[in-house]
């Protein structure tokens, strides 16, 4: 038991330790803003002064922070147009570094110029200088050039950028919809269309028929049937003509003297 306890309180006493080298913030030296100030003012003027060579030059072979603070000012400056003054500065300290903020006033805007200086490990050996007295605690690490504006910029931009986005939902919309209605009239093209085709069609046909030659009815044709051949039939005749021949006169008994040629239907 009694060494579960000395565990516990060192196990207390290490948090506590470890909570007060976490808390162990703040800058390692002191330093006078206006000399923070003048520095990132030098600095800018320099840029802003060059000419279009050295600014090249400086985004081609020069430092990482400084290209892009060259970069950055010429983007501010296409904007903004020409530089008139500086309006104002204003230094914050963090726990682990020092903003310096010039706002610059150009013709078109405001121009905001952000340096972040960190510790400058070059000031521990500053005596070995040539000139130890410019060698300051803090250097620049980060150096932010962008236009300002006023609010009223933004809500501007705001209002247009909804408006071209809502603009543009609509018209795609009521585009959609125009699509869609036309869609009967396609229905009534295509009938119409149908109706054409049929009509030809039909038109053709009928030329095709009228071309044809129209045939007249016949007279319908009777075969004479030879009743030669069918003995009863020639009996039966024989028989009648007899019969028709024995009333008012003599009748013989011959039936020699008849001769029956051809028999045909006659035509009434």
Do not use: H, W
Request: net charge negative.
């Amino acid at each position: 038991m009694k060494k579960f306890r000395i565990l516990f309180f060192m196990m207390i006493a290490l948090c506590f330790s470890l909570t007060a080298c976490g808390a162990q913030k703040g800058l390692p030296y002191e330093y006078n803003k206006d000399d923070l100030v003048y520095d990132a003012e030098s600095m800018l003027e320099q840029f802003m002064q060059a000419t279009e060579p050295q600014r090249k030059y400086i985004m081609a072979e020069g430092d990482e922070v400084y290209s892009k603070a060259v970069e950055s000012l010429i983007t501010a400056e296409n904007e903004s147009g020409e530089f008139v003054e500086l309006k104002d500065t204003e230094v914050t300290e963090t726990d682990d570094d020092i903003r310096v903020k010039l706002i610059l006033k150009f013709q078109k805007n405001d121009v905001e110029a952000q340096f972040v200086y960190e510790p400058n490990g070059a000031y521990e050996y500053r005596e070995i200088y040539q000139n130890p007295e410019g060698v300051l605690p803090y250097k620049a690490t980060e150096i932010t050039i962008q236009s300002s504006y006023p609010k009223s910029y933004y809500i501007r931009q705001a209002g247009m950028n909804t408006l071209m986005g809502m603009g543009t939902v609509f018209a795609v919309l009521i585009f959609i919809a125009l699509i869609i209605y036309c869609f009967k009239f396609i229905a009534i093209i295509q009938k119409k269309a149908d109706a054409k085709k049929v009509a030809k069609e039909n038109a053709k046909v009928s030329a095709e028929l009228s071309k044809a030659p129209v045939s007249k009815p016949s007279e319908p044709v009777y075969e004479e049937e030879n009743l030669m051949d069918d003995e009863e039939l020639v009996a039966v005749i024989t028989a009648a003509v007899y019969a028709a021949a024995g009333v008012g006169s003599v009748c013989t008994d011959s039936k020699d003297t008849l001769i029956v040629r051809s028999i045909s239907r006659a035509r009434r």
